[in-house]
């Protein structure tokens, strides 16, 4: 008999959702088992479970609620604006004001098309740089990922690069077959491509800091190296910014890392917790985009009034506030005090941080691609994961997410965490 809130929703959840759960990260399989807990609300820096149990969160939703749970700024618009209609099917202001404040943050987006989600956002950024090339092949990395969509659902092997091989059953090979995935941070191998193939490449896909392998970092020199050899073989570079945009400064770490794509794909941050994605790059590779060119791309809900306000709200506080160098210092000071505990419990572990979002891998070899990623101890991360959560803290159910802290956690929140930590780092040691 199940005794807790959270096992009696999801008994009853598994008998009309498949698996429980309506996106597969948020099972608790990758560490553990399932059942996952129940939330019922979320409130700044916490998550609260439906037996009123609450949890420091640093899943953020997996990224988008930069500034915590029910932001009062975020959700007087959201209030205001479903007084006036959810939907309204027209161009509308807030949308337009979105598009506008995206344009001004982010250099190189000229123009800009909203969507509903990231998926959609990337899978139309491939569409379109396939249409304004009149090419099909596309390069991505191993361990990216860049939605659901079926085209971008290729990992391939570790090493060498292969062809076309689908990551879900239900993918046909037929879209698949113009996609590679190669090892991220291998410059050469993106290189060898372009000698074979530079002629049939229509644009390298990447996140520009990978937030799906874990956190993993460009190295130097690598994404000038992509840019460089895109625009020699006239192909577009886009960036998967879906995660990154507006996560470590205000607008998108291209800037930080000093290369500007031809195309980018926006999410997560730019809806403040709605549904919203956006694509967009120069006017003139845009205007490739029905109704202006041939390249169809559509959504009833695309700049939804409400996913408009409250991206744009949040944009707002953001760039007002500036809360990111406090979000810094608080994710330096816990991804340092966990490298240390872990150190001092003779426990290897790495840290992969940029900003405030972090990995923990539990593992000496520094990760820099998938196959480093996947060297990392997998048994112990969902160990850990349980005894943090069972100290109330709530952290991404896999190994490959990120902490993201948000502008709501406080040093109260830091102090508990470290000792969560320290704790579950002890405990971890004793089973061995
Ligand atoms: C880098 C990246 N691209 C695309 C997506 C897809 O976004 P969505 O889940 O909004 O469809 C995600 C989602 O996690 C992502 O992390």
Known sequence: MADTGSERWFARATKVIAGGVNSPARSFRGVGGDPPVVMKRGQGAYLFDVDGRRYIDYLAAFGPLVLGHAHPEVIAAVRSTAGEGSLLGTPCPLEIELAEELVRAVPGLEQVRLTTTGTEAVMSSIRLARAFTGRSLIIKFEGAYHGHSDGVLVRAGSGASSIGTADSLGVPTGVTGDVISLPFNDGQAVRRVFEEAGNRVAAILTEPVVGNMGIVLPQPGFLQDLAALAKKAGALLIFDEVITAFRFHYGPVATQLGVIPDLYALGKII??????????????????????????????LAGNPLSSAAGLATLRVLREEQPYDRMDRFAEALAGGIEERAHSQGIAATVNRLGSGFTLFFGETPVTDYTTAQAADAGRFGRFHQLMLSRGVYLAPSRYEAWFVSAAHGQDDLAKTLDAVDWSLRALKTAG
Do not use: H, K, N, W
């Not at 120069?282 to 559509?298: C, K, T, Y």
């Open 271 to 300: 809806g403040g917790g709605l549904p919203a994605g956006a694509y967009g790059g120069r006017a003139e590779i845009m205007r490739s985009v029905a109704p202006l060119g041939g390249m169809f791309q559509a959504g009833t």
